[in-house]
């Protein structure tokens, strides 16, 4: 076999080992069943459908301390016929749920407003998370929808860059870890 | 470069696993740089690898020893890793399960729970306060009165916050210490259900500072009846001096369970860094090995190349000398000895054409030389022979040399004598020795004159013996020749010519006193003078038999069929008075020969005469003529004559073939003398024998010299 053939043929494997082993895309615990988008000048309202679940040990991780950061990220998109989706505009959604032991309450934080709120359980926590009905994006100039066409991608993940180093390698190969959902592309009729 | 590189971002995962604030959100990244870090050197190394592989088997003098290097210098690095990695590996598993000590867990756990039951009994006191302050608004119905004393309740109690609220949620009036608080704390549903049914909510919660507080929840009844059940919410911070207590417990608690948590986790990370960085190490090793022993067997690879080029003969190999160290001075010396086998190499090419320019010479000189000259090593193997050994010998010099002295003999049966003389003398281990020796052999009889020396033993082509030999046959025949020539011309000379008067003496006296003297006298000088002239005659006959014997033989050939002549010669016996059985047994594969007819029946007619002589007294006597080809080319034509007599007495037989020797009273003893001379001069050989049957007289002449042109054997091998 010629040395250069072979080179190639090893770094495809190497290649495919590491895809191979990259964290999946496809959550399992959120899942956005559906987003009803309607504009008002500079403002995008945002009415989700969320369907969120934590697994039993990211309950347990919540339990012993370990605070779980969960991230909605938004993503304003406008659809060009030849090239690729231009994204317009970014908006994250932070929300923390951790453990107060003293008080034996889960502690939803809103990363953006810094309110509040607490819960007697993990579940009634996230389920606090994904009952919101409403996000007001804020944008920088009016949506021309009658000209062009736009869409709303978005997902919710957990954030693992915060969460501790130990951690974030479960995140790759536990599947108890595999929360986040995939993106998902809406369109912006009105 | 990229040791550097994977070295660097090693610093930076260790970093990044020791929680730096800048480096930790890149954790994963820095981790999967890493491995494939590792990788692609683990690939590069591969390839390495692969490639010294390749080159090993194309030719292990260039990297038997870089693999060598290369192993060891990996063994002494690579294992005490390993052992390292192990027991580090094993100090760090066990290190962490040290921080898990069960009575600093129970020691928390009871921290936590004496932490909550204290702050609720805190909170159980707070219920009991706020009862007793919802009773205060059972009377008071107006906003501002409501007010004013939810102000007072506040400050007199110390709350954070105080508020009245319908049953519906919506807030009657409120006080707050916070006065940037524009809104005071809604109820959830959940509670207000609590509330409508009449039941009090406690709770004890985080607020956004991190601390704790109390939210207590009471109905509050008015004696009006038409005025609806209000709620008074109360949320009260745990006092300051409980609350750090609080928080430090809260923390210990939450930081020790979040530890235990991680636990497993946390072994994982530390040994995967230890083991990234082992991997890591290990590679960088084995890729500093590969360098480094290239770089050590670089130069003796060169040597070794060096080496292999002066052995294929390129003299003027130079290597370059690269560093000052042993390798340089080792380099510098094979230089050196280059330049002298370049020298030596040299010399001994002028040697060696000086050697062949005095061997061609040699070589000419001996080829030039009419003399053969034959020289056999010391084990009598045939090392040289030139050119006239073929001519005179008549071999073939490409079938001879080499052979051993048996094989000679075996191949060319007339050399025998040759051999038998080397080998005597090789035996007696004599100094020199001449001899004269004759061959019978394809050109017939040969006299050799032959001189052996033996060879000084010099090293180990020394020993051995040179034979020189000339063919002296024609020399010993004009020799011979002019020997018997002049003695019969002195014979002739000085014996035929007193003879002559003798005899004319003799008739004279005969003629002119024979009528003178008496009668009684005459019978007397008759028979004297006719005695006189009888045996005078009988000199003269004797003298011209000599003088034909002594005369040389000339040869006339002409083509001739021998059986033929052979049969008309006995017809004329056949026709004699002696009766004789002649019996012919002729080889009728006898081709055409290049005989002198003449000379041919003089050899018939004296060796027929002989037999002849020999059976006058036989009662049968038979004569049996026998003519035989042995081979064409170096063979022989062979006539046999038996006859069924006496035979020849045994003191005769060695020399029956000498003049004047005879066993017949009438003879000259002269007849086999010529027919010896006549085969001589044919180059045949005559013998003489007896037999059970009587005498045998066989004469065998060499074919090569008989055979017409058209049969010439040389012409044939031309043709």
Redesign the interface.
Known sequence: MN?HR??GL??LF?LAS?VGITPACEGAGFTINNVATKTDDRTLHVYPDFDLMLSQEVK??I????PIHIVIEMVLTQRRPLLWDSDISHWHFPMTIR???????F?VVNGIT???T?YPTATEAITAIGSRELFSLQLDRPLSIADVQYSLKMRVRVD???L???????T?TDQDWQLNSTWTQWPIIN | MLVALLLVTQYLFSL??Q?SPTL??Y??HL??LNI?GI??LT?LI??NL??LYRQHRRSKLETSLTWRLLGRFALVSIIPLLVIYYFSSQFLSRGIDSWFDIHIEQALDDA?ML??SS?ESFKKDLVTKVEANAQQFETHNNTLEIIQLLDEQRESNDYQEISLIDLSGRVIASSQTDPTKLLPETLPESILGLLRREEQFS??????SGG?RFRIVVPVYNLNPNIPTRILQVLQPLPNRYARL?DN??AA???F??L???RE??K??FI?TLTLIVLMTITMVVWIAIFLSRRLSAPLRELALGTESIAKGNYDTQLQVTSDDEFGILTESFNDMAKQVKLAQRKTQSAKKRAEEEHTYLDTVLRHLSSGVMAFDKRLHLRTANQATETILRIKLEEAESSPIKDLEAKFQWLSPITEMVQSCTDQKLEVSEQELTLYGPSGRQVLLCRITPLPVHGWFGGGCVVVFDDITTLIKVQRNAAWGEVARRLAHEIKNPLTPIQLSAERIRSKYLNQLPIEQRATLDRSTRTITQQVESLMQMVNEFANYARPVEMNPIEVDLNELIGDVIELYRNSQQVVNYHLELDGSIPMLMLDTGRLRQIMNNLIINALDALENSDDPTITITTTLAGKGDGWVEISIQDNGPGIPDNLLDQVFEPYVTSKPKGTGLGLAIVTRIVEELGGVIRAYNNSLGAMMTIALPYRLLASIQEKPDQKGKQ
Do not use: M
């Open positions: 040395v072979a080179k090893l770094c190497v590491l347990k991780a339990g012993h301390g370990i453990y107060h032991s003293l008080t034996r309450q502690i810094n309110i509040i607490n693992d860059r915060l501790p180093i130990p951690l974030r390698l479960h790759f | 990044a696993t929680h930790s959100p954790y994963t981790l999967w494939i990788v692609v690939v591969s390839f692969i490639h936590l932490s909550q702050i709770k004890i919660e985080p607020d956004e704790i609080a417990i809260e608690t939450v930081g369970a979040k235990e948590y991680l986790p946390l994982f990370s995967l």
